[in-house]
């Protein structure tokens, strides 16, 4: 758990951290891959944890899968991606980023996501409407004792 | 009732237009408003309105008592909560302003939903809020507002001058759903990652499924048939799935 530290003394920062997955090379390039789990689903995912992406993304294999727990279309958009523009409805979503064991607990986060039909790449978790939702810390794990990890909490206000 | 079902042909395909358009090509701006009428028990309404015409190119006024004050002109509260009044009204205003009356038409209807259908209105309100811009929303700071009001003599602010404003200054509607902390933490990405390092040229392309101790599992080509496999074994709760990788492209 990280703790802030301010002039008003010290307040817990994140609530849990886990490591994540960098396999820079191909086609999904996993720079974070963290774990989560969506909505009500029995598995969990390797998902991509990409700061610049403007919304989250799932493609057809997850949303058919999710159909249940999916909300009610939010208008469409389009996206421009690495892999073109890509465009659907947004739809909310409850994404779980999932704690290491020992690392605190996990963050459920009531998403908005981007329901894509031609989205081929691994579920994508964006800025907006996830990332800008909670807190979220970064530790590459540069040096030699370090693991890489994200850190991540909700707000307690 | 859905949103779809809400709107004509014609209104998906402009609120389409707007929602597909990038941020920085958007020519529609949207805000909302919160009024309270103190003589009536607790009346608030949204107000939802268009800043510009995308296809003539001019603005709106952008004054939000202009609007406030043509949207409640010599009506009484009960008047201006009606729906179809909202509807009508605002399609008037629009049609004096510029010939462009598409977008006002969506709005107004979205309008109508909002003040009328409860919950559904709501879904709809918070569809359009991921389109606003809310650099300029301190144009619409409730203080701002009330001080407009206060200064506008009463014989012109007939109707206004009965709502105030209240509550706080718009937000984005993605402020409000808040992270919550769940259940503990189990499992671990390691030996996962571990995993991948190991196998990920032999499994290139794959779906794969590992457990919490990064055991290998199953793999498919197909998420799907990879899922029905473990889920009629028995063994997809807490497996984790995942496309390794295609290190050939």
Request: proline share 6%; with cysteine; net charge negative.
């Amino acid at each position: 758990m990280l703790v802030l530290q301010d002039a008003g003394g010290h307040t817990p920062w994140s609530q849990g951290a886990a490591g994540f997955i960098s396999a820079p090379h191909g086609n999904h390039r996993y720079f974070i891959g963290v774990r989560c789990q969506l909505g009500s689903q029995l598995n969990e995912e390797i998902a991509q944890l990409d700061t610049a992406a403007e919304w989250s993304v799932i493609g057809p294999d997850v949303a058919e899968e999710l159909e249940d727990d999916l909300g009610d279309e939010l208008g469409h958009i389009q996206m421009r991606t690495s892999r073109g523009l890509i465009v659907g409805p947004l739809r909310r979503l409850r994404i779980a980023l999932l704690a290491d064991e020992g690392m605190g607990n996990n963050v459920d986060v009531e998403a908005t996501v981007l329901v894509a039909a031609d989205w081929a790449g691994p579920v994508m978790l964006g800025f907006k409407g996830f990332l800008e939702r909670l807190r979220i810390g970064i530790d590459p794990g540069a040096s030699a004792v370090d693991e890489p990890r994200v850190y991540f909490g909700s707000y307690t206000d | 009732m859905t949103f779809p079902a809400l709107l004509d042909e014609r209104e998906r395909k402009a609120l389409a237009a707007l929602t597909t358009a990038a941020p920085e090509e958007r020519t529609t701006d949207v805000r909302e408003f919160h009024g309270s009428d103190p003589q009536a028990n607790s009346t608030t309404a949204l107000f939802i309105l268009p800043m510009h015409s995308p296809s003539s190119g001019s603005w709106v006024p952008t004054d939000p008592s202009r609007w406030w004050q043509s949207m409640h002109h010599e009506r009484t509260i009960s008047d201006v909560r009606s729906p179809a009044y909202l509807a009508g009204r605002y399609r008037a205003l629009h049609t004096s302003l510029h010939p462009d009356v598409l977008y006002g038409e969506v709005i107004g209807r979205l309008v109508t939903a909002t003040v009328g259908l409860g919950a559904a209105g709501s879904a709809i309100v918070g569809a359009l809020h991921s389109l606003c811009d809310w650099k300029r929303a301190e144009e619409f700071h409730p203080q701002n507002l009330q001080h407009h009001v206060a200064s506008t003599p009463a014989q012109e602010r007939t109707a206004p001058a009965a709502w105030t404003v209240r509550g706080s200054a718009p937000k984005p509607s993605s402020a409000s759903p808040k992270a919550r902390v769940g259940t503990q933490g189990r499992g671990s990405m390691t030996p996962l990652a571990d995993w991948f390092k190991k196998n990920k040229e032999a499994f290139a392309g794959r779906w794969v499924a590992l457990d919490e101790k990064g055991q290998f599992l199953d793999a498919d080509v197909s998420r799907a048939a990879l899922r029905r496999r473990l889920l009629a074994a028995g063994q997809l709760r807490g497996v984790v799935l995942t496309q390794v990788p295609d290190t050939s492209e």
